[in-house]
């Protein structure tokens, strides 16, 4: 079992900036790729941005290339997601997940372990 949980959510105007946070306990974080990924009410969890074990890179939806970093240090057991020029429609539950992948998944169903989310809000 891997148990996650995200920080660093909260209330932003449109071309600010935020960092989330979603740290790891359980097995070794190391071992597992993982993702960002948000959600309105009404609509499905979509995958913003990934990270592959160690060395095996990154992967972000058009949308947010440019914009939106994510990183990890597995001493800490976390991962990251520094989120700038942000705009009204980034705004969601934004969820971390944990898969046993060397690479980034970007499918929602192939992960093994989610947190229980941050509420983004970005006001115009």
């Known amino acids: 079992q891997v148990q996650l949980v995200e920080s660093g959510g909260g209330l932003v105007q449109a071309g600010g900036s935020l960092r989330l946070t979603c740290t790891a306990s359980?097995?070794?974080?190391?071992?597992?790729?993982m993702g960002w990924f948000r959600q309105v009410p009404g609509k499905e969890r979509d995958f913003v941005a990934g990270?592959?074990?160690?060395?095996?890179?990154?992967y972000y939806t058009d949308s947010e290339k440019g914009r939106f970093t994510i990183s990890r240090d597995d001493a800490k057991n976390a991962v990251y997601l520094q989120m700038n020029s942000l705009k009204p429609e980034d705004t969601a539950n934004y969820y971390c997940?944990?898969?046993?992948?060397?690479?980034?998944?970007?499918?929602?169903?192939?992960?093994?372990?989610w947190g229980q989310g941050t509420q983004v809000t970005v006001s115009s």
């Open positions: 997940a944990a898969v046993r992948s060397l690479v980034v998944v970007t499918s929602a169903r192939e992960y093994d372990f």
């Open positions: 359980g097995r070794p974080f190391s071992s597992y790729a």
């Open positions: 990270i592959g074990r160690s060395g095996y890179g990154t």
